[in-house]
């Protein structure tokens, strides 16, 4: 199995920017996708990023254009920048890995591997 752990969440002012982590137990092995999904309190977990092993990253609408997810397999890591941050953006942020073609739609149902979750608060 694949064990993900994610880091760096907090609390932010409306308009800053917060970096989330997320470090496998071993390599992320060829053809993985490894994702960021967000859940609010009363809502359905939601995929906002996903990042497939050649690099072509797939992202929600609602977050186009101010957050940017990274991978950088030799270190098992995937990140996720996030910029411009609303309050609508406050969730619990999980890391997870998938096979082939989970990227493209991001269906929390599609995804093997899940971390824990990383708590982000914008006021």
């Not at 996903?50 to 690099?55: E, H, L, Q, R, V």
């Not at 397999?73 to 989970?102: I, R």
């Amino acid at each position: 199995d694949v064990q993900l752990v994610e880091s760096g969440g907090g609390s932010v002012q409306a308009g800053g920017s917060l970096r989330l982590s997320c470090v496998a137990s071993r390599s992320l092995y060829s053809g993985a996708c490894v994702g960021w999904l967000r859940q609010a309190p009363g809502k359905e977990r939601e995929g906002v990023a996903a990042i497939d092993s050649d690099g072509i990253a797939s992202y929600a609408d609602s977050v186009k254009g101010r957050f940017t997810v990274s991978r950088d397999n030799a270190n098992n890591t995937v990140n996720l920048m996030m910029n411009s941050l609303k309050p609508e953006d406050t969730a619990m942020y999980y890391c997870a890995a998938g096979g082939l073609g989970t990227c493209l739609f991001r269906r929390p149902t599609d995804f093997t591997y899940w971390g824990q979750g990383t708590q982000v608060t914008v006021s």
